[in-house]
């Protein structure tokens, strides 16, 4: 659910891999205050927005009801999580997109729901991500471009942005398993699922005191 652009650096690792499905021209907004509205998708490198079926399971692992939650969409793109997490009541909703063309279309969604709530951000998702204080979100989505090795420097930004007990979505085109799994050690899986390609794990922020390292 994000749109190609060059974020401040990234490690080299993992080989690129094409994205596994193709941009719809609109997602529609499957629950709450906005159920049913559609968010126009722009032609864009490396968009593709969460599905529809992946963004019900995910909300079902989050719960319907995001009431006074804080979010943090860090490769927005077409703002699909975002805006699904404030059509459920999340209090506020920081929405990051390197795009200016992508960015321009969520700021003109956000007009037009009326969604104050709604912050977008134009900018460099990692330059962004490090100006922000510490455990400031509830939830942080993460669905950064699958050609790019963008993963390890995201999940260690939202390791440091989650509060304790906080959740941390993911989308990959491969599974979070094993010791190469850039999972930062405050951060654990507790649900994981696949759809087709893309692969959707949930991690929470430990809690101190209940494993996490000191």
């Known amino acids: 659910m994000n749109s190609r652009t060059r974020p401040s650096p990234a490690p080299r690792g993992r080989s690129a891999s094409p994205s596994p ?10 629950g709450g205050r906005w159920k049913r509205s559609l968010l126009p998708v722009l032609e864009a490198e490396g968009l593709r927005p969460t599905p529809d079926r992946v963004r019900e399971t995910l909300f079902n692992w989050l719960g319907q009801d995001m ?3 804080t979010c943090l969409d860090l490769f927005a793109g077409s703002g699909a999580l975002g805006f699904e997490a404030a059509s ?8 990051v997109e390197a795009n200016p063309r992508v ?3 969520l700021r003109d969604n956000q007009y037009r729901f009326d969604a104050a709530q709604v912050k ?3 900018g460099d998702a990692f330059a962004v991500a490090a100006q922000m204080p510490g455990a400031s979100f509830d939830v942080i989505f993460l669905d950064p471009p699958f050609a790019e090795d963008w993963l390890g420097p995201a999940l260690e930004h939202a390791a440091r942005l989650s509060r304790p007990g906080g959740a941390v979505y993911v989308e990959t ?7 190469d799994a850039p ?8 649900r994981q699922a696949r759809a087709g390609a893309v692969y959707f794990h949930l991690l929470q922020h430990k809690v101190p005191g209940q494993g996490e390292p000191g």
């Open 120 to 122: 977008v951000i134009q």
């Open 183 to 190: 999972v930062p050690a405050s951060l654990e899986i507790v």
């Open 103 to 105: 960015a321009r279309q």
């Open 21 to 30: 499905r193709q941009a719809p021209a609109q997602v529609r907004i499957i």
């Open 67 to 69: 009431s006074g939650m």
């Open 88 to 95: 459920r009541g999340a209090a506020a909703v920081t929405l």
């Open 173 to 179: 085109d491969h599974a979070l398993i094993g010791p």
